[in-house]
């Protein structure tokens, strides 16, 4: 019997919903499953389709997940107008309670992880537990990535372009995409094409955005996720978002921006415990795996 692959865990059943949002359709993506203590709420990030975190729901295992396409991202509409990040949240307790649920535990990748801080301050009752993924307070708190890495983030061309995912994914996200082709192919394989002028208002809802306000003040248990070798949020930046949140943790992954994708089942694992624990912020671990050890833990299958 093979051993299970931590890097494509078995797939999860989908369903795929519409939900009418005034002029706009939101793409809602549910997996079913325990919705106890919470069912999870997951926010993707810019220009991101929910397809693209496929392996890191499935390695959660059998636990609810609800997730949507931003926006003009994947297979929702335009807005008719600019919105800003708590416009964002307010649509996320919209979807929330159209799938039948008054509160859930909020995880954030990158731009999501703003939009889960947002989230978690908009309405603060909805959000039980909150995991933020390679994310960052904003100014005058936020460390940037480099001018070269910030230029490419300003454009969609990632999404949109043949070939140019491949080329860059290395330079943009770092860890396991520094090396890793066949990740890299996989990863762009789900990419459903943004809309330019859905990712430019993505774009316009976090520009001067910043939670340095209100941040401190957050009383969900949090946990922060942060990579090591992260070109698009330096770890620097988890260290912040956890010295600033009350009750919270962090935890530094041997990965790049996207570990959720690099390495799902190393970090579902890590979520899963905290949402499920007693005492989920107690304990101050860090949890570090180099790529070399990581990857052969992996294939041997004793991860």
């Known amino acids: 019997m093979n051993a299970p692959d931590p890097l494509h865990p078995p797939p999860r059943s989908l369903l ?3 939900v009418r949002v005034g002029s706009m359709t939101l793409r809602v993506a549910h997996w079913p499953g325990k919705s106890t203590p919470a069912p999870i709420l997951l926010f993707n990030g810019i220009g991101g389709n929910f397809e693209l975190l496929t392996p890191f729901v499935a390695a959660l295992g059998d636990v609810e997940v609800i997730s949507f396409d931003m926006p003009g991202i994947g297979g929702s509409t335009l807005p008719p107008y600019p919105y800003r990040m708590s416009t964002v949240a307010r649509l996320a307790v919209h979807v929330l309670k159209k799938m039948g649920h008054e509160r859930a535990d909020v995880i954030g990748v990158s731009w999501g992880g703003a939009l889960a801080q947002q989230f978690a301050h908009t309405a603060p009752s909805r959000c039980r537990r909150l995991v933020l993924c390679a994310t960052m307070a904003g100014s005058p708190l936020a460390w940037p990535a480099s001018p070269s890495v910030f230029w490419k983030l300003l454009s969609p061309q990632r999404y949109l372009k043949p070939g140019y995912m491949e080329r860059e994914a290395g330079r943009l996200y770092g860890g396991r995409f ?4 066949a990740l890299t192919r996989d ?9 330019r002028a859905g990712y430019l208002l993505q774009l316009n809802a976090i520009t001067g955005w910043t939670s340095a306000l209100w941040v401190w003040r957050l009383r969900q248990p949090t946990l922060v996720l942060a ?34 994708i690099a390495q799902p089942q190393i970090t579902a694992d890590l979520v899963r415990d905290f949402l499920e624990g007693e005492n989920a912020v107690q304990t101050k671990s860090e949890h570090r795996r180099p790529w070399s050890a990581a990857m052969h833990a992996d294939e041997s299958g004793s991860a």
């Not at 520094?178 to 082709?181: H, I, S, V």
């Not at 770890?235 to 978002?241: E, S, T, V, W």
Request: glycine share 6%; charged share 30%; proline share 10%.
């Open 178 to 181: 520094r090396w890793d082709k």
């Open 227 to 260: 990579g090591a070798d992260d070109p698009i949020c330096p770890p620097l930046n988890g260290h912040i978002l956890a010295k600033l949140i009350p009750n919270s943790r962090l935890e530094v992954l041997d990965e790049g921006h996207l570990f959720v």
């Open 187 to 195: 990863y762009a394989s789900r990419i459903r094409k943004p809309s």
């Open 16 to 18: 795929l919903k519409e």
